[in-house]
């Protein structure tokens, strides 16, 4: 059972931080919550034991609320887990800027 999953590993302190930071004050609807909930059900069918269950809320609710802030997440994953180097990422960006600009 998927709960049973999360029942073991929920840390309590980490929900709450994050609900109250990245996720309560952008839902202003129940038709959003229903729209998070759904759309949570069914990503979790497939990958409930991979994820953290918090997290998949906060990217959830992200993703529903504010789709191009979850797109960016998604295309600058390297910079956001470290994995490459932020100053890279912003030479890269402004290297693009500077030719637009000429």
Known sequence: NMLDVYNTRFD???WESIFLSCIRPYIK???EINRIVNLLQF?????AEEV???DMVALTTIETVYPEVYEWIGSHKSVLTGVKEIDDYFSA???INEKEIL
């Open 12 to 14: 309590k302190k980490y």
């Open 29 to 31: 609807s129940l038709r």
């Open 43 to 47: 990503k979790l069918a497939s990958i």
């Open 52 to 54: 953290n269950f918090v």
């Open 93 to 95: 960006y402004m290297d």
